[in-house]
């Protein structure tokens, strides 16, 4: 009973993206589930339990102590060093330890706000998931993207085993339609894979800062303090109860008035059992954040990639295909080609689909949809083709037809060069190649055609 309203609470926070791979269900969605068991666990005993424990006088009356145990919990402990050497006395008077309090070393100011800071990461996780549900999925057509996702999971609980084409035929043509909105708009393939690879850095960047957070409030900024632990655990060092990250005896200073005015300091000794569960909670979450964010900037990397670099887009996509001839096998008429076709006109944003689509579905169920949509885009295909205008091919034009009216005068190269016989308007035939300047012909044949310029003769070009 217990468990499933824990479920009932915690299940909208990690359905936010609409669907589930690999690195969001190590980044988000398990990350959100530890933070949460963790927040309880550690809650349990802060808020419902006995959180410090003060060592006082025997004859300290009760409500003394609850007092000293309220302020003791509320105020910033100190930390004791452990014992120094016995410093002897006189004779026959034994000897003494020494333990000093430093008040200058403030230990734990994190102590009664651990179950916040906890909760504070969990909010911190949703901030990325947030911005794809509200953004990512309200603007570029998102809401139909998450619907098809939707669809596609809903068919997982179905169990029929008789499933075909035919019933991934509705999908696929709400794909389809989907990808025919995006192709209008500009940047339309691109748009849901960029705010995507926005929501992928932004979680990078989430984890990132907790991490530092927790180095932070726990070990005075010492990024290294959970290797420090570790190493220790593993080689069996005796971890001293009064130093570390998460020392379990502190010292207290509290004060109490005395009649006459008179406010006597004392110190007292504290025990904190709850960071006995603190340190195994907190280092185990060390690790797993180091795992989270190196599984997040893979993945960052990856799509950021895949929105910048066409040929790893296409060999990403072509990674969730089968291969050309298991289409051709349902096709009617195979075609040469069509699977290229189908890559380019998925684009970005249609493999950020099938990658979803290809989640909650089973290997099976998968291709059924796949055929479905690569039939139709194959449709779309031909359909262009008969579109498409036939532009004829030149031909070439006979040289008996082509009519030359004199020398090209315009300095500009014609078409008809590189010493091509030319049959002029009188019936004269070229074999020379024609110039491209406006000079006339030095041929003899040519001399008879053009009269002389002013004060020149005829002569005067031979």
């Known amino acids: 009973m217990g468990f499933s309203a824990i479920d009932k609470l915690i299940r909208p926070f990690l359905q936010l993206h609409e669907w589930d791979n690999g690195a969001e269900r ?58 120094h050497n016995a410093v002897k006395r006189s004779t026959r008077q034994g000897t003494m330890n020494i333990n000093n309090i430093m008040p200058q070393e403030v230990a734990v100011t994190y102590y009664q706000w651990t179950p916040f800071i906890i909760f504070l990461q969990v909010a911190m996780c949703l901030v990325p ?107 069996g060092a005796y971890k001293n109860v009064y130093t570390g990250v998460f020392p379990q005896i502190v010292g207290c200073n509290p004060h109490r008035a005395q009649l006459g005015g008179v406010v006597n300091e004392f110190i007292m000794r504290c025990i904190l059992p709850q960071n006995f569960v603190n340190s195994k909670v907190f280092l185990f979450l060390y690790w797993w954040y180091i795992l989270a964010m190196l599984v997040s900037i893979y993945s960052a990397v990856q799509f950021t990639a895949m929105l910048f670099l066409p040929k790893y887009q296409r060999y990403a996509t072509k ?33 950020l689909l099938l990658q979803c689509a290809s989640v909650p579905l089973s290997v099976v169920r998968i291709r059924f949809f796949l055929n479905s949509l690569y039939t139709i885009v194959v449709e779309k295909k031909k359909e262009y083709e008969d579109q498409k205008p036939m532009v004829p091919r030149k031909q070439k034009t006979p040289i008996d037809h082509i009519q030359f009216d004199g020398p090209d005068r315009s300095g500009t190269k014609g078409p008809y060069k590189n010493g091509k016989a030319m049959i002029m308007s009188d019936g004269d035939s070229y074999t020379k190649q024609l110039l491209s300047h406006s000079s006339p012909s030095c041929s003899p044949a040519s001399s008879q055609r053009y009269s002389a310029a002013p004060g020149k003769n005829l002569e005067d070009y031979e």
Request: proline residues 4%.
């Open 129 to 235: 998931a947030l911005m794809w549900k509200f953004f990512g999925l309200h603007y570029f057509y998102g809401h139909d993207f998450a619907a098809i996702v939707r669809s596609l999971a809903s068919k997982k609980k179905d169990d029929k085993m008789d499933s075909s084409n035919s019933n991934y035929e509705v999908d696929a043509r709400e794909t389809l339609r989907w990808l025919e909105h995006k192709k209008r708009e500009r940047f339309g393939m691109h748009t849901t894979m960029m705010i995507y690879v926005a929501m992928k850095w932004m979680t990078f960047a989430s984890l990132l800062f907790q991490f530092n957070l927790m180095a932070k409030i726990y070990a005075s900024g010492e990024l290294l303090w959970g290797v420090h632990i570790s190493y220790e655990l593993l080689n």
């Open 319 to 351: 990674s969730l295909l089968p291969t050309e001839e298991f289409f051709n096998e349902h096709a009617e008429k195979p075609t040469k080609g069509s699977l290229e076709f189908f890559v380019d006109y998925m684009g970005n944003d249609g493999y």
């Open 26 to 83: 190590i980044v988000h969605t398990t990350t959100i589930q530890i933070l949460i068991c963790f927040g309880f666990l550690v809650s349990s005993n802060m808020m419902f339990g006995q959180p410090i424990t003060c060592l006082m006088l025997p004859e300290t009356p009760d409500s003394s102590a609850n007092y000293f145990h309220d302020f003791c919990f509320y105020q910033d402990k100190l930390r004791i060093p452990p014992l």
